[in-house]
Protein backbone atom coordinates (compact mmCIF):
# COMPACT_ATOMS: atom_id res chain seq x y z
CA UNK A 1 0.00 0.00 0.00
CA UNK A 2 1.30 3.38 -0.83
CA UNK A 3 1.71 6.52 1.89
CA UNK A 4 -0.75 8.16 -0.23
CA UNK A 5 -3.33 5.72 0.35
CA UNK A 6 -2.23 4.83 4.06
CA UNK A 7 -4.83 4.41 7.02
CA UNK A 8 -3.38 6.47 9.98
CA UNK A 9 -4.32 5.85 13.61
CA UNK A 10 -4.15 9.32 15.42
CA UNK A 11 -1.79 9.39 18.27
CA UNK A 12 -3.03 11.83 20.93
CA UNK A 13 -5.57 11.57 23.55
CA UNK A 14 -8.87 13.84 23.29
CA UNK A 15 -7.52 15.12 26.51
CA UNK A 16 -3.82 15.95 25.30
CA UNK A 17 -5.84 17.45 21.60
CA UNK A 18 -8.07 19.66 23.58
CA UNK A 19 -5.14 21.19 25.58
CA UNK A 20 -2.80 21.80 22.97
CA UNK A 21 -5.33 23.38 20.73
CA UNK A 22 -6.86 25.42 24.01
CA UNK A 23 -5.40 29.58 23.12
CA UNK A 24 -3.49 29.41 26.12
CA UNK A 25 -1.53 26.58 24.68
CA UNK A 26 -1.80 27.69 21.15
CA UNK A 27 -0.67 30.72 20.50
CA UNK A 28 -1.54 33.10 17.25
CA UNK A 29 0.45 34.97 15.08
CA UNK A 30 -1.94 37.52 13.15
CA UNK A 31 -0.32 38.81 9.61
CA UNK A 32 -2.22 41.41 8.13
CA UNK A 33 -6.46 41.68 7.72
CA UNK A 34 -7.67 43.04 4.43
CA UNK A 35 -9.20 46.48 6.03
CA UNK A 36 -5.43 46.99 7.16
CA UNK A 37 -4.22 50.25 6.10
CA UNK A 38 -0.58 49.14 4.47
CA UNK A 39 -3.00 47.02 2.27
CA UNK A 40 -5.96 50.10 1.24
CA UNK A 41 -2.64 52.45 0.93
CA UNK A 42 -1.00 50.20 -2.10
CA UNK A 43 -1.65 51.24 -5.40
CA UNK A 44 -4.31 49.28 -7.85
CA UNK A 45 -1.30 47.63 -9.46
CA UNK A 46 0.48 46.57 -6.51
CA UNK A 47 -2.97 45.13 -5.25
CA UNK A 48 -3.28 42.80 -7.79
CA UNK A 49 0.03 42.02 -7.74
CA UNK A 50 0.13 40.94 -4.26
CA UNK A 51 -2.99 38.16 -5.23
CA UNK A 52 -0.63 36.36 -7.24
CA UNK A 53 2.46 36.64 -5.37
CA UNK A 54 0.20 34.83 -2.35
CA UNK A 55 -0.94 31.91 -4.55
CA UNK A 56 2.94 31.89 -5.33
CA UNK A 57 3.26 31.22 -2.10
CA UNK A 58 0.77 29.18 -1.13
CA UNK A 59 1.93 26.20 -3.46
CA UNK A 60 5.14 26.19 -1.38
CA UNK A 61 2.83 24.86 1.48
CA UNK A 62 2.05 21.50 -0.59
CA UNK A 63 5.56 21.36 -1.59
CA UNK A 64 7.20 21.81 1.62
CA UNK A 65 5.23 19.29 3.06
CA UNK A 66 7.06 16.91 0.59
CA UNK A 67 10.10 17.73 1.31
CA UNK A 68 9.48 17.73 5.53
CA UNK A 69 8.45 14.18 5.59
CA UNK A 70 7.16 11.29 3.53
CA UNK A 71 3.56 10.99 5.35
CA UNK A 72 2.70 14.62 5.24
CA UNK A 73 0.22 14.35 2.64
CA UNK A 74 -1.17 11.07 3.28
CA UNK A 75 -2.06 11.86 6.86
CA UNK A 76 -3.46 15.32 5.59
CA UNK A 77 -5.71 13.51 3.10
CA UNK A 78 -6.92 11.04 5.96
CA UNK A 79 -7.59 14.06 8.25
CA UNK A 80 -9.84 15.56 5.93
CA UNK A 81 -11.37 12.08 5.22
CA UNK A 82 -12.22 11.68 8.82
CA UNK A 83 -13.54 15.47 9.23
CA UNK A 84 -16.27 14.43 7.01
CA UNK A 85 -16.87 11.94 8.68
CA UNK A 86 -17.81 13.45 12.07
CA UNK A 87 -14.19 12.31 13.65
CA UNK A 88 -13.72 15.48 16.03
CA UNK A 89 -10.17 13.86 17.26
CA UNK A 90 -9.42 14.28 13.40
CA UNK A 91 -10.71 17.67 13.62
CA UNK A 92 -8.24 18.77 16.21
CA UNK A 93 -5.81 17.21 15.26
CA UNK A 94 -6.18 19.08 11.92
CA UNK A 95 -6.03 22.32 13.74
CA UNK A 96 -2.30 20.96 15.04
CA UNK A 97 -1.10 19.59 11.97
CA UNK A 98 -2.08 23.46 9.78
CA UNK A 99 -0.34 25.18 12.42
CA UNK A 100 3.06 23.17 12.75
CA UNK A 101 2.62 22.15 8.84
CA UNK A 102 3.64 18.39 9.13
CA UNK A 103 2.70 14.90 10.95
CA UNK A 104 6.26 15.47 13.47
CA UNK A 105 7.52 18.34 15.06
CA UNK A 106 8.67 20.00 18.29
CA UNK A 107 6.79 21.48 20.34
CA UNK A 108 8.13 24.78 22.69
CA UNK A 109 9.20 21.86 25.85
CA UNK A 110 11.56 20.04 22.72
CA UNK A 111 9.27 17.28 22.86
CA UNK A 112 8.46 15.85 19.62
CA UNK A 113 4.65 15.83 18.77
CA UNK A 114 3.67 12.87 16.60
CA UNK A 115 0.18 13.59 15.36
CA UNK A 116 -0.28 9.91 14.05
CA UNK A 117 1.06 6.20 15.43
CA UNK A 118 4.10 5.01 13.99
CA UNK A 119 5.13 7.81 12.26
CA UNK A 120 8.26 9.01 13.59
CA UNK A 121 10.69 11.85 12.41
CA UNK A 122 13.35 11.33 9.74
CA UNK A 123 17.05 12.14 9.70
CA UNK A 124 16.31 12.78 5.96
CA UNK A 125 12.98 14.12 6.05
CA UNK A 126 10.85 13.17 3.26
CA UNK A 127 14.08 13.88 0.90
CA UNK A 128 15.36 10.48 1.16
CA UNK A 129 14.06 6.98 0.19
CA UNK A 130 12.37 6.73 3.69
CA UNK A 131 14.01 3.35 4.90
CA UNK A 132 17.82 4.42 4.04
CA UNK A 133 19.56 4.49 7.21
CA UNK A 134 22.63 6.29 8.02
CA UNK A 135 25.50 3.54 7.78
CA UNK A 136 23.57 2.28 4.41
CA UNK A 137 23.62 5.48 2.87
CA UNK A 138 27.59 6.17 3.60
CA UNK A 139 28.51 2.45 2.37
CA UNK A 140 26.15 3.11 -0.94
CA UNK A 141 28.20 6.70 -1.69
CA UNK A 142 31.32 5.26 -0.80
CA UNK A 143 31.04 2.07 -3.34
CA UNK A 144 29.71 4.72 -6.00
CA UNK A 145 32.78 6.91 -6.15
CA UNK A 146 35.09 3.67 -5.60
CA UNK A 147 32.91 2.88 -9.31
CA UNK A 148 33.99 6.59 -10.43
CA UNK A 149 30.81 7.80 -9.71
CA UNK A 150 31.39 10.74 -8.44
CA UNK A 151 29.05 13.36 -10.58
CA UNK A 152 26.05 11.41 -9.19
CA UNK A 153 27.38 11.47 -5.59
CA UNK A 154 28.12 15.43 -6.34
CA UNK A 155 24.63 16.08 -7.25
CA UNK A 156 22.95 13.69 -4.29
CA UNK A 157 24.99 15.80 -1.72
CA UNK A 158 23.60 19.09 -3.25
CA UNK A 159 21.20 21.36 -1.55
CA UNK A 160 18.30 21.34 -4.14
CA UNK A 161 18.34 17.22 -5.01
CA UNK A 162 15.63 14.75 -4.02
CA UNK A 163 17.40 11.32 -3.65
CA UNK A 164 15.40 7.85 -4.68
CA UNK A 165 17.05 4.43 -4.98
CA UNK A 166 17.57 2.85 -8.49
CA UNK A 167 18.76 -0.75 -7.85
CA UNK A 168 21.68 -0.45 -5.47
CA UNK A 169 22.69 2.38 -5.87
CA UNK A 170 21.04 6.34 -5.33
CA UNK A 171 19.87 9.01 -7.72
CA UNK A 172 19.16 12.57 -7.54
CA UNK A 173 16.39 14.74 -8.96
CA UNK A 174 16.68 18.24 -8.97
CA UNK A 175 13.84 19.83 -7.07
CA UNK A 176 12.74 21.76 -10.29
CA UNK A 177 12.14 18.62 -11.75
CA UNK A 178 10.68 16.73 -8.47
CA UNK A 179 7.98 19.68 -8.46
CA UNK A 180 8.10 20.96 -12.36
CA UNK A 181 3.84 21.05 -12.29
CA UNK A 182 3.98 22.89 -9.23
CA UNK A 183 6.70 25.20 -9.70
CA UNK A 184 5.16 26.08 -13.23
CA UNK A 185 2.06 27.63 -11.46
CA UNK A 186 4.13 29.26 -9.02
CA UNK A 187 6.10 30.85 -12.12
CA UNK A 188 3.06 31.66 -13.94
CA UNK A 189 1.75 33.75 -10.59
CA UNK A 190 4.98 35.67 -10.57
CA UNK A 191 4.78 36.33 -14.32
CA UNK A 192 1.23 37.84 -13.77
CA UNK A 193 2.16 39.82 -10.66
CA UNK A 194 5.39 40.99 -12.85
CA UNK A 195 2.69 42.57 -15.33
CA UNK A 196 1.18 44.87 -12.79
CA UNK A 197 3.38 45.17 -9.87
CA UNK A 198 4.46 49.14 -10.06
CA UNK A 199 8.41 48.86 -9.19
CA UNK A 200 10.19 47.53 -12.44
CA UNK A 201 13.14 46.46 -10.29
CA UNK A 202 10.93 44.49 -8.27
CA UNK A 203 9.36 42.94 -11.50
CA UNK A 204 12.76 42.06 -13.34
CA UNK A 205 13.12 40.01 -10.38
CA UNK A 206 9.61 38.00 -10.27
CA UNK A 207 10.56 37.46 -13.92
CA UNK A 208 14.07 35.65 -13.44
CA UNK A 209 12.53 33.82 -10.19
CA UNK A 210 10.18 32.64 -12.54
CA UNK A 211 13.05 31.32 -15.33
CA UNK A 212 14.46 29.66 -12.13
CA UNK A 213 11.48 28.11 -11.02
CA UNK A 214 11.11 26.60 -15.26
CA UNK A 215 14.58 25.45 -15.60
CA UNK A 216 16.88 23.10 -13.18
CA UNK A 217 19.74 25.23 -13.35
CA UNK A 218 21.02 26.69 -9.61
CA UNK A 219 22.87 29.43 -11.46
CA UNK A 220 18.92 30.95 -12.69
CA UNK A 221 18.43 31.15 -8.94
CA UNK A 222 21.64 32.43 -8.69
CA UNK A 223 20.69 35.32 -11.35
CA UNK A 224 17.22 35.96 -9.18
CA UNK A 225 19.07 36.15 -5.74
CA UNK A 226 21.88 38.77 -6.86
CA UNK A 227 18.33 40.68 -8.15
CA UNK A 228 16.80 40.31 -5.07
CA UNK A 229 19.31 40.81 -2.68
CA UNK A 230 19.63 44.72 -4.39
CA UNK A 231 15.74 45.47 -3.68
CA UNK A 232 15.50 48.41 -1.75
CA UNK A 233 12.97 51.04 -2.51
CA UNK A 234 10.20 48.57 -3.58
CA UNK A 235 6.29 48.23 -2.11
CA UNK A 236 5.89 44.59 -1.90
CA UNK A 237 8.18 42.21 -0.70
CA UNK A 238 8.20 38.31 -2.43
CA UNK A 239 10.89 35.99 -1.14
CA UNK A 240 11.09 31.55 -1.52
CA UNK A 241 13.20 30.82 0.80
CA UNK A 242 15.92 28.35 0.87
CA UNK A 243 17.88 27.13 4.25
CA UNK A 244 19.04 23.81 5.23
CA UNK A 245 18.67 23.35 8.86
CA UNK A 246 16.56 20.43 9.06
CA UNK A 247 18.28 18.18 6.56
CA UNK A 248 20.17 16.14 8.91
CA UNK A 249 21.11 13.10 7.35
CA UNK A 250 23.22 14.45 4.22
CA UNK A 251 25.48 16.54 7.11
CA UNK A 252 26.36 13.16 8.32
CA UNK A 253 28.70 12.29 5.69
CA UNK A 254 31.75 14.29 7.32
CA UNK A 255 31.34 11.73 10.15
CA UNK A 256 33.02 9.20 7.85
CA UNK A 257 36.39 8.72 7.48
CA UNK A 258 36.48 7.00 4.65
CA UNK A 259 33.61 8.73 3.01
CA UNK A 260 35.35 11.83 4.16
CA UNK A 261 38.77 11.26 2.79
CA UNK A 262 36.93 9.89 -0.27
CA UNK A 263 35.12 13.26 -1.07
CA UNK A 264 37.89 15.48 -0.53
CA UNK A 265 39.67 13.56 -3.38
CA UNK A 266 36.88 14.21 -5.83
CA UNK A 267 36.80 17.70 -4.47
CA UNK A 268 32.89 17.21 -3.11
CA UNK A 269 31.85 19.57 -0.36
CA UNK A 270 28.48 18.05 0.77
CA UNK A 271 25.86 20.49 1.93
CA UNK A 272 22.56 19.72 3.69
CA UNK A 273 19.42 19.92 1.72
CA UNK A 274 17.32 23.21 1.09
CA UNK A 275 14.13 23.43 3.09
CA UNK A 276 11.23 26.03 1.00
CA UNK A 277 9.28 28.92 2.44
CA UNK A 278 7.79 31.85 0.65
CA UNK A 279 6.65 34.87 2.46
CA UNK A 280 4.41 37.73 0.56
CA UNK A 281 4.34 41.01 2.48
CA UNK A 282 3.99 44.98 2.09
CA UNK A 283 7.10 47.00 2.87
CA UNK A 284 6.90 49.61 5.92
CA UNK A 285 9.14 52.74 5.02
CA UNK A 286 9.09 53.94 8.50
CA UNK A 287 10.62 50.56 9.80
CA UNK A 288 13.13 50.30 6.96
CA UNK A 289 14.53 53.86 7.45
CA UNK A 290 15.02 52.75 11.25
CA UNK A 291 16.60 49.19 9.93
CA UNK A 292 18.77 51.23 7.62
CA UNK A 293 20.63 53.06 10.05
CA UNK A 294 22.73 50.77 10.66
CA UNK A 295 24.31 50.16 7.53
CA UNK A 296 27.20 52.69 7.66
CA UNK A 297 27.97 50.65 10.73
CA UNK A 298 28.70 47.69 9.04
CA UNK A 299 32.49 48.40 7.59
CA UNK A 300 33.10 49.41 11.33
CA UNK A 301 31.65 45.92 12.24
CA UNK A 302 33.61 44.02 9.71
CA UNK A 303 36.48 45.82 11.08
CA UNK A 304 35.97 44.92 14.42
CA UNK A 305 35.37 40.88 13.85
CA UNK A 306 38.13 38.74 15.40
CA UNK A 307 40.81 37.57 13.38
CA UNK A 308 39.25 39.86 10.43
CA UNK A 309 42.51 39.43 8.46
CA UNK A 310 42.60 34.97 8.22
CA UNK A 311 39.44 35.56 6.13
CA UNK A 312 37.01 36.79 3.61
CA UNK A 313 33.30 37.81 4.88
CA UNK A 314 30.23 39.29 2.86
CA UNK A 315 31.03 43.10 4.89
CA UNK A 316 33.86 44.56 3.64
CA UNK A 317 35.75 46.48 6.19
CA UNK A 318 36.47 49.44 3.67
CA UNK A 319 33.99 49.06 0.97
CA UNK A 320 30.23 50.06 0.27
CA UNK A 321 28.15 46.81 2.03
CA UNK A 322 26.31 45.00 -0.34
CA UNK A 323 23.49 44.83 1.67
CA UNK A 324 19.89 45.83 1.50
CA UNK A 325 17.46 45.86 4.90
CA UNK A 326 13.70 45.98 4.88
CA UNK A 327 11.00 45.71 7.58
CA UNK A 328 7.98 44.00 6.02
CA UNK A 329 4.45 43.86 7.18
CA UNK A 330 3.53 40.54 6.76
CA UNK A 331 0.60 39.18 4.49
CA UNK A 332 1.30 34.96 3.96
CA UNK A 333 4.23 33.05 5.64
CA UNK A 334 3.80 29.68 3.96
CA UNK A 335 6.23 26.62 3.64
CA UNK A 336 9.62 26.53 5.75
CA UNK A 337 8.70 30.16 6.76
CA UNK A 338 5.53 29.27 7.95
CA UNK A 339 5.74 26.15 10.03
CA UNK A 340 5.14 27.32 13.64
CA UNK A 341 6.74 24.89 15.67
CA UNK A 342 9.21 25.42 18.79
CA UNK A 343 8.59 28.90 17.54
CA UNK A 344 8.70 31.16 14.14
CA UNK A 345 11.39 33.31 12.32
CA UNK A 346 11.56 36.88 13.39
CA UNK A 347 13.92 38.07 10.55
CA UNK A 348 16.17 36.52 7.91
CA UNK A 349 19.37 37.32 6.28
CA UNK A 350 19.81 35.74 2.58
CA UNK A 351 21.29 33.62 0.87
CA UNK A 352 23.15 31.98 2.53
CA UNK A 353 26.75 31.76 2.10
CA UNK A 354 26.51 28.07 -0.35
CA UNK A 355 24.04 29.91 -2.69
CA UNK A 356 25.56 30.47 -6.78
CA UNK A 357 25.03 34.35 -5.94
CA UNK A 358 27.26 34.43 -3.44
CA UNK A 359 29.71 31.93 -4.78
CA UNK A 360 29.66 32.71 -8.72
CA UNK A 361 28.35 36.26 -8.59
CA UNK A 362 29.54 38.58 -6.30
CA UNK A 363 26.12 39.17 -5.03
CA UNK A 364 24.92 40.66 -1.79
CA UNK A 365 22.66 39.83 0.86
CA UNK A 366 19.60 41.24 2.20
CA UNK A 367 17.57 41.17 5.54
CA UNK A 368 13.87 40.86 5.92
CA UNK A 369 12.34 41.70 9.31
CA UNK A 370 8.84 40.40 9.98
CA UNK A 371 6.78 42.90 11.96
CA UNK A 372 4.16 40.83 12.24
CA UNK A 373 5.90 37.88 14.51
CA UNK A 374 7.77 40.50 16.61
CA UNK A 375 5.22 42.89 17.48
CA UNK A 376 3.67 41.95 21.39
CA UNK A 377 0.43 44.83 21.04
CA UNK A 378 -2.29 42.97 23.13
CA UNK A 379 -2.42 43.97 26.76
CA UNK A 380 -2.75 39.92 27.40
CA UNK A 381 0.44 39.36 25.76
CA UNK A 382 2.23 42.59 27.47
CA UNK A 383 0.84 40.96 30.97
CA UNK A 384 1.95 37.64 30.25
CA UNK A 385 5.47 39.36 29.56
CA UNK A 386 5.38 40.50 32.95
CA UNK A 387 4.62 37.08 34.87
CA UNK A 388 7.28 36.23 33.45
CA UNK A 389 10.30 38.79 34.06
CA UNK A 390 8.48 38.66 38.25
CA UNK A 391 9.35 34.53 37.89
CA UNK A 392 12.43 35.07 36.32
CA UNK A 393 14.42 38.17 36.71
CA UNK A 394 15.75 40.20 39.62
CA UNK A 395 13.35 42.89 39.82
CA UNK A 396 15.98 46.00 39.70
CA UNK A 397 17.04 44.84 35.93
CA UNK A 398 12.99 45.17 34.78
CA UNK A 399 13.52 48.92 33.98
CA UNK A 400 15.80 47.71 31.40
CA UNK A 401 13.66 45.02 29.56
CA UNK A 402 12.25 46.43 26.28
CA UNK A 403 10.67 45.00 23.82
CA UNK A 404 11.53 47.26 21.29
CA UNK A 405 15.39 46.04 22.02
CA UNK A 406 14.95 42.49 21.03
CA UNK A 407 14.59 43.46 18.38
CA UNK A 408 17.72 45.63 17.80
CA UNK A 409 19.30 42.96 18.81
CA UNK A 410 18.09 40.56 16.12
CA UNK A 411 19.18 43.60 13.62
CA UNK A 412 22.67 42.54 14.91
CA UNK A 413 22.06 39.11 14.93
CA UNK A 414 21.11 39.26 10.94
CA UNK A 415 23.60 41.14 9.85
CA UNK A 416 26.05 39.17 12.35
CA UNK A 417 25.72 36.38 9.61
CA UNK A 418 27.30 38.56 6.98
CA UNK A 419 30.44 38.93 9.03
CA UNK A 420 33.25 35.88 9.75
CA UNK A 421 34.65 33.43 7.64
CA UNK A 422 32.45 33.39 4.69
CA UNK A 423 33.50 29.98 3.30
CA UNK A 424 35.05 26.93 4.51
CA UNK A 425 32.32 25.53 7.39
CA UNK A 426 30.75 22.78 5.44
CA UNK A 427 33.32 20.03 7.29
CA UNK A 428 31.67 21.24 10.92
CA UNK A 429 28.66 19.11 9.28
CA UNK A 430 25.52 18.32 11.86
CA UNK A 431 27.42 21.46 14.52
CA UNK A 432 27.59 24.05 11.55
CA UNK A 433 24.33 25.93 11.96
CA UNK A 434 24.32 25.72 15.81
CA UNK A 435 27.67 27.67 15.64
CA UNK A 436 26.84 29.67 13.09
CA UNK A 437 23.70 31.03 15.38
CA UNK A 438 26.02 31.44 17.56
CA UNK A 439 27.97 33.39 15.75
CA UNK A 440 25.49 35.59 15.12
CA UNK A 441 24.77 36.53 18.62
CA UNK A 442 27.74 36.71 19.78
CA UNK A 443 28.01 39.32 16.81
CA UNK A 444 25.17 41.21 17.69
CA UNK A 445 26.01 41.56 21.78
CA UNK A 446 29.80 41.81 21.14
CA UNK A 447 29.31 45.00 18.85
CA UNK A 448 27.21 47.08 21.51
CA UNK A 449 30.18 49.28 22.93
CA UNK A 450 31.78 49.84 19.86
CA UNK A 451 28.22 50.53 18.17
CA UNK A 452 27.51 52.33 21.53
CA UNK A 453 30.61 54.26 21.49
CA UNK A 454 29.95 55.41 17.31
CA UNK A 455 26.36 56.99 18.51
CA UNK A 456 24.04 54.08 16.95
CA UNK A 457 22.55 53.43 20.36
CA UNK A 458 22.44 55.43 23.68
CA UNK A 459 23.98 53.60 26.81
CA UNK A 460 20.46 53.27 28.17
CA UNK A 461 19.61 51.28 24.77
CA UNK A 462 22.71 49.25 25.26
CA UNK A 463 21.88 48.27 28.94
CA UNK A 464 18.41 47.55 27.59
CA UNK A 465 19.72 44.89 24.65
CA UNK A 466 22.24 43.39 26.95
CA UNK A 467 18.99 42.14 29.26
CA UNK A 468 16.01 41.79 27.05
CA UNK A 469 18.81 39.33 25.57
CA UNK A 470 19.32 37.36 28.69
CA UNK A 471 15.90 37.54 29.79
CA UNK A 472 15.25 36.16 26.56
CA UNK A 473 17.85 33.61 26.18
CA UNK A 474 16.69 31.49 29.24
CA UNK A 475 14.19 28.69 27.70
CA UNK A 476 11.33 26.51 29.10
CA UNK A 477 13.02 23.11 28.57
CA UNK A 478 16.57 21.68 27.19
CA UNK A 479 16.85 21.44 23.27
CA UNK A 480 17.93 18.62 20.98
CA UNK A 481 20.58 19.16 18.99
CA UNK A 482 18.62 19.43 15.85
CA UNK A 483 17.18 23.02 16.99
CA UNK A 484 20.16 24.87 15.88
CA UNK A 485 18.63 28.06 17.56
CA UNK A 486 17.91 27.50 20.75
CA UNK A 487 20.85 24.44 21.39
CA UNK A 488 23.29 27.67 20.69
CA UNK A 489 20.77 29.79 23.76
CA UNK A 490 22.15 27.09 26.18
CA UNK A 491 25.46 26.80 25.17
CA UNK A 492 25.73 31.11 25.79
CA UNK A 493 24.12 30.98 28.96
CA UNK A 494 26.40 28.40 30.36
CA UNK A 495 29.45 30.29 28.74
CA UNK A 496 28.08 33.88 30.37
CA UNK A 497 27.47 31.62 33.99
CA UNK A 498 31.19 30.21 33.75
CA UNK A 499 32.32 33.64 33.00
CA UNK A 500 30.59 35.14 35.53
CA UNK A 501 28.89 37.72 33.18
CA UNK A 502 24.91 35.94 34.71
CA UNK A 503 24.03 34.20 37.19
CA UNK A 504 20.76 31.98 38.05
CA UNK A 505 20.41 31.51 42.00
CA UNK A 506 19.07 28.28 43.13
CA UNK A 507 14.94 29.87 43.02
CA UNK A 508 15.83 30.45 39.47
CA UNK A 509 16.25 33.71 39.23
CA UNK A 510 18.65 35.42 36.77
CA UNK A 511 20.81 37.94 37.29
CA UNK A 512 23.09 40.21 34.98
CA UNK A 513 25.95 41.70 35.28
CA UNK A 514 26.22 43.97 32.72
CA UNK A 515 29.63 45.18 32.63
CA UNK A 516 30.73 41.81 31.69
CA UNK A 517 28.56 40.72 29.07
CA UNK A 518 29.85 42.40 26.43
CA UNK A 519 33.69 41.57 27.11
CA UNK A 520 32.58 38.34 27.30
CA UNK A 521 30.16 37.53 24.44
CA UNK A 522 33.84 39.10 22.53
CA UNK A 523 35.50 36.01 24.16
CA UNK A 524 32.64 33.73 23.04
CA UNK A 525 32.69 34.72 18.82
CA UNK A 526 36.63 34.72 19.42
CA UNK A 527 36.10 31.11 20.47
CA UNK A 528 33.40 30.32 17.30
CA UNK A 529 35.20 32.23 14.53
CA UNK A 530 38.35 29.82 15.62
CA UNK A 531 36.05 26.91 15.18
CA UNK A 532 34.45 28.08 11.95
CA UNK A 533 38.17 28.68 10.58
CA UNK A 534 39.50 25.43 11.26
CA UNK A 535 36.28 24.03 9.73
CA UNK A 536 37.11 20.62 11.10
CA UNK A 537 34.21 18.44 12.46
CA UNK A 538 35.81 17.10 15.81
CA UNK A 539 36.67 20.47 16.73
CA UNK A 540 32.81 21.72 16.39
CA UNK A 541 31.87 18.78 17.89
CA UNK A 542 34.05 19.00 20.76
CA UNK A 543 33.16 23.11 20.95
CA UNK A 544 29.45 21.92 21.09
CA UNK A 545 29.95 19.19 24.27
CA UNK A 546 31.67 21.71 26.26
CA UNK A 547 29.35 24.66 26.51
CA UNK A 548 25.76 22.75 25.49
CA UNK A 549 25.56 21.97 29.63
CA UNK A 550 21.88 22.72 30.90
CA UNK A 551 22.63 23.34 34.70
CA UNK A 552 20.34 22.42 37.63
CA UNK A 553 19.57 26.28 38.05
CA UNK A 554 18.74 26.60 34.21
CA UNK A 555 15.77 23.31 35.12
CA UNK A 556 14.47 25.73 37.74
CA UNK A 557 14.57 28.27 36.05
CA UNK A 558 12.37 26.29 33.36
CA UNK A 559 10.23 24.91 35.47
CA UNK A 560 9.54 29.02 36.53
CA UNK A 561 8.79 29.88 33.22
CA UNK A 562 6.34 27.10 32.79
CA UNK A 563 4.17 28.22 35.60
CA UNK A 564 3.11 31.30 33.88
CA UNK A 565 4.15 30.52 30.29
CA UNK A 566 1.63 27.50 28.83
CA UNK A 567 2.17 27.95 25.03
CA UNK A 568 3.39 25.20 23.67
CA UNK A 569 2.55 25.41 20.17
CA UNK A 570 1.69 28.10 17.50
CA UNK A 571 -0.26 28.73 14.30
CA UNK A 572 -0.47 31.44 11.92
CA UNK A 573 -3.67 33.91 11.06
CA UNK A 574 -3.22 35.26 7.61
CA UNK A 575 -7.00 36.92 7.08
CA UNK A 576 -5.63 39.00 4.14
CA UNK A 577 -4.06 36.09 2.11
CA UNK A 578 -6.85 33.93 2.54
CA UNK A 579 -9.31 36.82 0.94
CA UNK A 580 -6.62 36.85 -1.83
CA UNK A 581 -6.86 33.31 -2.60
CA UNK A 582 -10.53 33.84 -3.24
Not at 133 to 155: A, Q, Y
Not at 349 to 364: C, F, R
Not at 461 to 471: E, F, L, N, P
Request: net charge negative; glycine share 6%.
Amino acid sequence: MSIENKTYELNLSREELEKRTHKDYLTTKKMLVPDAPEYLALRDGDKEALKHLVRAAAVLDKVEMIIDDHHNLGFKAYLEEEIAKGNEDAKLTKILFDAQKGVCALDRNSHMIELAKGVQKRAGEGLYPLDLEKDEFHNILIKMLKEGKSEEVKKILNQRSFVERQGEELVAIDYVDKFRDDFEIMASELDKAAETSTNEDFNEFLRLQAKALRTPDPMLDGYADKKWATLQDTPLEFTITRENYSDELTETVVENPELKALLDDFGITPVAKDSLGGRVGIVNKKGTDAILNVKKYLPLMAQNMPFNDKYVQNISPDKESKQTMVDVDLVAVTGDVGEFRAGITLAENLPNDDKMSIIALDGGRRNVYHRQIRMITSEDAKEKMQKRLDATLNKELHKFYNDEADHWFTVGHENGHSLGPKTGTEGLGKYKSIIEENKADMVSLSMLDVLTSAGMYTEEQRKQIIVTYASDNMMMSKPTLSQAHRVRSVMQNYFFIQNGAITISKEGILDINIEKMVSTARKMLEEIIEVQMSGYFSRGEKYVNDYFIWTEEMETMAENIKKVSKTLNGRVEAKLAEELLK
